[in-house]
T-cell receptor
């Protein structure tokens, strides 16, 4: 089954404790991206990757890191999480580009930072 | 800058009735795509419908159709014969030139039995 897999689904952590949210797609998509969803703000892009070893900042990259060492994986790293990073996070992928090709989303990760 | 505005935070519709969700956008690009995504309580993001800006014809997917008014930069979603399973948050999104989708703030649709 074609899918984007995110883990974990829920995560509660404390301020400053490094964490990684994993994302993997099995559709051989070149483009992958991370979004965060906050009430009243919709979804905002954090980082995106056009292909292996090619990443770039989105609209809200502060406090996040990403890497794209393999085509299928695109982990999101929070090296020192803070409470303002409490949010719902989505990984997404598409065949090519980031806008005209429909995005396939993972099931989301609910992160709480206390 | 590209923007997407959904001015209806919440809407309600009776089962089997028709409802229209509004979306306006702004872009200086001539080539772009517009999308409606559905997010049910499971929080999964599901593509409902897609419209290419250069196409005059309004997109349709079963009970879902759009009214695309390019000059007015309006992209509304019509849901006909509403069903209980249509209850969800609906997001309008714009894609063009940049490597991302710009999302609106969402409209929460309730379906009354």
């Amino acid at each position: 089954e074609a899918q984007v897999t995110q883990n974990p689904r829920y995560l509660i952590t404390v301020t400053g404790k490094k964490l990684t949210v994993t994302c993997s797609q099995n559709m051989n998509h070149e483009y992958m991206s991370w979004y965060r969803q906050d009430p009243g703000l919709g979804l905002r892009q954090i980082y995106y990757s056009m292909n292996v070893e090619v990443t770039d900042k989105g609209d809200v990259p502060e406090g996040y890191k990403v890497s794209r060492k393999e085509k299928r994986n695109f982990p999101l790293i929070l090296e020192s999480p803070s409470p303002n990073q409490t949010s719902l996070y989505f990984c997404a992928s598409s065949f090519v580009g980031g806008w005209y090709s429909p995005l396939h989303f993972g099931n989301g990760t609910r992160l709480t930072v206390t | 800058a590209q923007t997407v505005t959904q001015s209806q935070p919440e809407m309600s519709v009776q089962e089997a009735e028709t409802v229209t969700l509004s979306c306006t956008y702004d872009t200086s690009e001539s080539d772009y795509y517009l999308f409606w995504y559905k997010q049910p309580p499971s929080r999964q993001m599901i593509l409902v419908i897609r419209q290419e800006a250069y196409k005059q014809q309004n997109a349709t997917e079963n009970r879902f159709s759009v009214n695309f008014q390019k000059a007015a930069k309006s992209f509304s979603l019509k849901i006909s014969d509403s069903q209980l399973g249509d209850a969800a948050m609906y997001f309008c999104a714009l894609g063009g030139a940049t490597n991302k989708l710009i999302f609106g703030t969402g409209t929460l649709l309730a379906v009354q039995p």
